[in-house]
């Protein structure tokens, strides 16, 4: 399967605890986003990749939450002292290089006790 | 700031009963128009990109239209299996997309 990958699929945590969540985007895309879901609502843009350099960050991105791509192909998304309202699947896509269309991965959901 | 609407909320169908979900957008220097459907639990699969107005592009049962305001998806004769959420989403000058918050489409036997 050449398309993006998320892990895990799933995560439960309790209020106050950190998750990290990965990416593998398509091999060939350079360019890695973030984004959140909720119930109903569609993708909220969280961050964004060029290789390895995070060229944008959303003002939903709070310092509890932070990207990492370090060798410009993974990426991981962490988040410090879980809230409540941190609850929802996190996505990621990737895209080529003058490349509009996103690729989405199968999302992380996570629930936040 | 750039602006997404999908309507309806919601749509239920006959099997063969073809329709139109609406996407309307604020955006300056639309770079893209983008059709996604999503699954429930799953992330969004990609259908169309159009850029510009009067652009049109079909696959199987869909067919996504643009004009400088609003885009619309067409079904023509939809089976149940065509059941999802539809979102759309604009890209204008930066590289995030802002997206609406979808129609969800149930096509009944």
């Known amino acids: 399967d050449t398309g993006v990958s998320q892990n895990p699929r799933h995560k439960i945590t309790k209020r106050g605890q950190n998750v990290t969540f990965r990416c593998d985007p398509i091999?060939?895309?350079?360019?890695l986003y973030w984004y959140r879901q909720t119930l109903g609502q569609g993708p909220e843009f969280l961050t964004y990749f060029q290789n390895e350099a995070q060229l944008e960050k959303s003002r939903l991105l709070s310092d509890r939450f932070s990207a990492e791509r370090p060798k410009g192909s993974f990426s991981t998304l962490e988040i410090q002292r879980t809230e409540q309202g941190d609850s929802a699947m996190y996505l990621c896509?990737?895209?080529?290089?003058?490349?509009?269309?996103?690729?989405f991965g199968p999302g992380t959901r996570l629930l936040v006790l | 700031e750039d602006q997404v609407t999908q309507s309806p909320e919601a749509l239920r169908l006959q099997e063969g009963e073809s329709s139109s979900l609406n996407c309307s957008y604020t955006?300056?220097?639309?770079?893209?128009l983008f059709w996604y459907r999503q699954d429930p639990g799953k992330g969004p699969e990609f259908l169309f990109t159009?850029?510009?107005a009067g652009e049109e592009k079909e696959k199987e049962r869909l067919k996504a239209t643009l004009t400088k305001k609003e885009s619309f998806l067409h079904i023509t004769a939809p089976k149940p299996e065509d059941s999802a959420t539809y979102l759309c989403?604009?890209?204008?000058?930066?590289?995030?997309?802002?997206f609406g918050a979808g129609t969800r489409l149930t096509v009944k036997p």
């Open positions: 955006v300056s220097g639309l770079r893209g």
């Open positions: 159009l850029y510009s």
């Open positions: 896509a990737s895209s080529s290089t003058g490349g509009e269309t996103q690729y």
């Open positions: 989403a604009v890209q204008a000058g930066n590289n995030d997309m802002r």
């Open positions: 091999s060939e895309h350079n360019r």
